[in-house]
């Protein structure tokens, strides 16, 4: 479901995405957070200053949503893959590639697609957010299998 909200995504213009006037009406509440950081991304300084409130927002947000997607594909590809292949790290590195690769692919898509920037940026952000959820779930089988392993010792 995740791939084909990406490749929907990847389909549209930035003006068929454009949500900054939807955003207009969260103005009070977010102004003193988002004034209170900026960042560069890209080489770009990004901040509520420069971009104006519903930019600076749209553009939060359309980031959290390349690393929450791509940490939500890695998290259970992982999750999936791992019962299939026992061996811990391969299906972890197949898994990475595998996002890194589908990143890249649709960064590609929308250098074809009108009005949509390719980012090199982009695919390292998706690719972060692969590996954030391929290790997250890492650590939670690890916790567990720990705790039931404690618990056959306890109990012998």
């Known amino acids: ?15 068929q995405q454009n949500i900054q006037s939807d955003l207009q009406p969260f ?8 004034n209170s950081f900026s960042f560069v991304y890209a080489g770009e300084k ?3 200053a420069l971009d104006g409130y ?7 947000l359309r980031k959290l949503a390349h690393f929450a997607s791509y940490f939500l594909m890695g998290a259970f590809f992982y999750y999936g893959l791992r019962r299939l292949i026992k061996h811990n790290f391969f299906p972890a590195l197949i898994i990475w590639l595998a996002m890194t690769g589908l990143a890249a692919f649709d ?3 929308q250098a ?6 390719p980012s090199v940026h982009d695919v390292m952000l998706d690719s972060f957010g692969a ?21 056959k010792l306890a109990e012998n």
Not at 112 to 117: K, W
Not at 132 to 140: E, F, H, N, P
Request: net charge positive; glycine share 8%.
């Open 1 to 15: 479901m995740v791939l084909v909200l990406i490749f929907i995504s990847s389909s549209m213009t930035y003006q």
């Open 27 to 34: 103005w009070p509440p977010f102004t003193r957070f988002l």
């Open 46 to 48: 990004h901040s509520l």
């Open 54 to 60: 519903a930019g600076y927002l749209e553009f939060i």
């Open 107 to 109: 960064e590609y898509h």
């Open 112 to 117: 074809i697609t009108g009005g949509r920037t």
């Open 131 to 151: 590996v954030v959820g391929i290790l997250l779930v890492g650590l939670i089988i690890f916790v567990v299998w720990r705790h039931h392993e404690r618990k």
